[in-house]
């Protein structure tokens, strides 16, 4: 297998086009930034693709209504004519990047609008996915071949729910739940609906909250009478990331290592998350390490009663010295985690926790702050606003992997090409590891204890 690690083509960056849906989204600046989509030579030291921020204008009216208009800077009178886009050609000249006739500026480009979530009151989820639907209908009003959604962290990922719909035969469901969530729609299926019916070619995002999300595009696609099996939704999986990670860092010890992980236990936080967790551990290559899940049964939140903190898994017995490597897709309030963390057994003295999307609700800081056991918390950066705002306790303990990179490889190399990212990555791994070390950079804060 050939794996792509140039940069793109002059040719393939003046077709795209990535815009930040919200100003000062470092994310999806990064994203631009990467030679895996920018072009660079010497003719074009700071790459071809314009600057994200210059390409959407959000204006809020009185009335609370507002304007999302794309290109502004392209309007005559508007006082940015001297900010035009060009880039130098092949042959040193310059070009415009987008189209001088209005109404078709984005003519022959595929356009990638990015959004992440906000703390800001004014970009709440449904704005924020209401807003992406007027930029998805604007770019192909404005000739886009195509356009794609790309979301650090998919909205209302959460909100599935519906228990007459995709969970209806969900393991482990219960009378509290289905009372919990009596009357609620699927909330996944209603924003790739919307996202749809506004010209939306595909959706991008790492590690959806849902496990049927590939299932409720293909039904989204079905109402609309569209071939169900387009590759719709490219959800890549974090695995190889954080795989990659602990080989590398240094919150793994030497002697934790030691003959292919023998020191090491992997824990699920329950058992539908074990089938992440077991990827994880095996393409780590630390076979000889512990796989376990937490035996939970949450019938109301952080209700210590449901946690019974029993560990289930093949190697339950031997947790003397070992450091327990927890592995979820979010960390919430923490408050359930707390206290089964604190329940596991006293010979696992030390904890590394990972989840993908860090949201640190309620009394999240705090209780992370103060668990002895836990040594330090990995996440990675799709929330950015919130982990900047955090307090320096768990900044102490808190580890950021930033993938921007990653979602630059995976835009030219699965969306473009309209592959499985998981698949493909899992093959990009199996042929050299190596190559994920380039697609992901670890931040600390200040605060962390490694600087101290």
Not at 278 to 285: C, N
Request: hydrophobic share 35%; glycine share 8%; with cysteine.
């Amino acid at each position: 297998m050939v794996i792509a690690e140039g940069q793109a083509t002059l040719e393939e960056a003046v077709r795209r086009a990535v815009i930040t849906l919200k100003s000062g989204n470092t994310f999806a600046d990064a994203i631009r930034k990467s030679h895996f989509l920018n072009y660079y030579d010497r003719n074009n030291q700071s790459g071809v693709l314009p600057i994200g921020d210059d390409l959407l204008e959000f204006r809020q009216f009185s009335s609370g209504e507002y304007a999302v208009t794309l290109l502004p800077e392209e309007i005559k009178g508007n006082g940015r004519e001297t900010n035009q886009h060009f880039y130098v050609d092949d042959r040193g000249e310059r070009v415009r990047f987008f189209n001088d006739e209005e109404g078709n500026e984005l003519t022959g480009k595929t356009v990638y609008v990015v959004a992440s979530p906000s703390i800001d009151a004014d970009w709440q989820p449904d704005q924020t996915v209401f807003r992406m639907q007027i930029a998805m209908r604007t770019a192909k009003h404005m000739g886009a071949e195509r356009a794609y959604a790309v979301f650090s962290e998919f909205p209302f990922a959460r909100q599935d729910r519906g228990i007459k719909l995709y969970n209806r035969a969900k393991d482990g469901s219960t009378d509290a739940d289905k009372k919990k969530h009596a009357g609620q729609t699927d909330y996944v299926s209603t924003v790739l609906l919307g996202l749809m019916v506004h010209g939306c070619d595909g959706v991008v995002t790492l590690h959806h909250h849902s496990g049927h999300v590939q299932e409720a595009a293909r039904d989204c696609l079905g109402v609309l009478g569209r071939d169900r099996e387009t590759q719709y939704v490219f959800d890549l999986s974090p695995t190889p990331l954080i795989a990659r990670y602990l080989q590398e860092t240094d919150v793994i010890s030497n002697d934790e290592r030691r003959n292919d992980g023998e020191g090491i236990v992997f824990i699920a936080p329950d058992e539908g998350a074990l089938e992440f967790v077991r990827s994880v551990k095996e393409m780590t290559g630390y076979r000889n390490a512990g796989l376990v899940h937490i035996d939970k049964k949450r019938l109301r939140a952080n209700d210590e009663g449901a946690i019974r903190g029993i560990l289930v898994g093949d190697k339950e017995n031997n947790y003397d010295g070992k450091v327990g490597i927890v592995l979820d897709d979010m960390v919430d309030t923490f408050g359930t985690m707390n206290l089964a963390l604190n329940k596991l057994p006293s010979e696992i003295q030390r904890v590394v926790m990972y989840a993908t999307h860090g949201i640190f609700a309620g009394h999240a800081e705090d209780l992370l702050r103060k668990h002895k056991r836990v040594s330090d918390v990995i996440v990675m950066d799709t929330r950015q606003s919130r982990l900047r705002h955090l307090g320096a306790g768990p900044k102490r303990k808190l580890t950021v992997l930033q993938p921007a990179q990653y979602f630059a490889h995976a835009l030219a190399h699965c969306v473009e090409q309209g592959r499985n990212p998981v698949a493909f990555y899992q093959e990009v791994f199996q042929v050299n590891p190596a190559f994920f070390s380039g697609l992901y950079k670890v931040k600390r804060f200040d605060q962390h204890y490694s600087k101290q």
